[in-house]
């Protein structure tokens, strides 16, 4: 698994999935749940990972989506 992205705006990160999903591509996000430990506050940002083998196509549909990535 690859990095894709990291985010603390959970907008983003269901927007990146549901891209994904439209093209395909399984993702995974890590950190999801972490806000439980850090009381809601949204200061640790949230992984959004992809195979590696689908990490350039993703890639680019984010990029086509105005979707920042992670380098």
């Known amino acids: 698994m ?3 992205l990291r985010t603390n705006d959970p907008t983003i990160v269901a927007f990146a ?3 994904l999903e439209g093209e395909g591509i399984e993702c995974f996000v890590l950190d999801a749940n972490i806000s ?3 009381g809601s506050i949204g200061i640790l940002p949230r992984r959004m990972m992809v ?3 689908d990490l350039f196509l993703a890639r680019a549909v984010m ?3 105005g979707v920042s990535v992670s380098t």
């Open 63 to 65: 990029r086509d989506n």
């Open 17 to 19: 999935t549901a891209l």
């Open 51 to 53: 195979s590696a083998r």
């Open 36 to 38: 439980v430990l850090e």
């Open 2 to 4: 690859k990095e894709l």
